[in-house]
């Protein structure tokens, strides 16, 4: 399956909030989180151990919320992204 790198940034101030390794070319509706390739940050998360430890995606400069964690499919965290909060940059 192709994929490429994705830059997901803010619809409201334009601020970086992560880059994401997208696989195949269909609409970008959840972000999982062990795709996401910074800030690393994200990687503690992954093994932390259910949704409700993870943090609404908000951008850290205006706090626009971006996303809101679900659990997809045995357990893979992931954040159900909000339509027209972001923008995309192909890196
Ligand atoms: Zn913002």
Redesign the pocket.
Known sequence: MPSRNLDIL?G????FILRYRKEGSGQLIRLYLDRILEPKSFASFKTSGGKSRLPVLA?P??N?PIGYPVEHESNRLAYRIIKGSFKKAAR
């Open positions: 803010c409201q101030c334009g601020e951008c400069e205006c626009q």
